[in-house]
């Protein structure tokens, strides 16, 4: 399957690597019919990026205006492009990513249309408790303050929405703002409730747990450019 969308919440910096060319050149020898939006959350110098990335094709810069920043505000600004240009059924499935959790190996999606996923984390985790006095205000605001005991955890607030799910993501989250990172840390606990939610009540990724992962990396320091990896994705 190739008709495969990818939004990507930016933030760019010049006294930090980017990573967004060799995410870039992944997407594009894996998914060559791609079509990708960066969206970016009020970079200084985003003029950089569209510069590094002026040849390339299928590539959508978005600048995300609105007041709600970090991943969701950036995925929300993506999906509010793709419905209003009617782009949404151009594509199966969304993925939705930081612009640092990087792909490193090609994703079969037809996985996804086997097991009737609609909604799934990347790589997930269990709830650990922490930012529940934020998390579970938004979930209480969106009534979906319940079966806490069964879902996990998204990992880097980055996951894979069928298409038919990006108009349901969108009413669920488009009152949340997030202007801080400890909202972002919030947000990894309470979006696997939404995708469970989205999901049918089933939880699903697509790289694994990272407890149970084979292959242990450090992520903070891993050199992600020559590195080896047999999972699909590694963060940096």
């Known amino acids: 399957m190739e008709n495969i969308c990818f939004v990507i919440a930016h933030k760019y910096y010049r006294t930090y690597p980017s990573f967004i060319k060799l995410y870039v050149d ?12 960066i969206c970016d959350n009020n970079s200084k110098y985003f003029d950089d990026i569209k510069e ?36 949404l ?39 650990d408790g922490a930012c529940k006095e934020t998390s579970d205000v938004v979930l209480a605001s969106i009534g979906l303050l319940d079966n806490l005991d069964k879902i996990t955890f998204c990992w880097c607030n980055s996951f894979i929405l069928h298409k038919s799910k990006l108009s349901p993501f969108l009413d669920l989250t488009k009152n949340i ?3 801080i990172r400890f909202q972002s840390c919030a ?12 999901n049918n009540h089933k939880n699903f ?32």
């Open 205 to 236: 990724d697509i790289d694994g747990d990272l407890r149970n992962l084979k292959e242990k990396y450090d992520y903070w320091n891993v050199d992600i450019t020559p590195f080896s990896l047999k999972s699909g994705t590694v963060k940096k």
């Open 177 to 179: 703002v997030i202007t």
């Open 89 to 127: 059924e151009n594509y199966e499935y969304y993925v939705f990513v930081q612009d640092n959790f990087i792909i490193k190996n090609k994703y079969d999606f037809n996985n996804l249309v086997n097991n009737d996923v609609k909604a799934c984390t990347i790589n997930s985790y269990y709830q």
């Open 26 to 37: 992944n997407i594009q020898k894996f998914y060559s019919q791609s079509l990708i939006l």
């Open 52 to 87: 590094l990335l002026k040849d390339y094709n299928n590539i959508i810069f978005i600048d995300n205006n609105s007041p709600c920043k970090f991943e969701i505000g950036a995925y929300n600004c993506g999906i509010n492009y793709i419905l209003n240009n009617n782009i």
């Open 187 to 198: 947000s990894e606990r309470y979006l696997a409730r939404i995708l469970y939610e989205l």
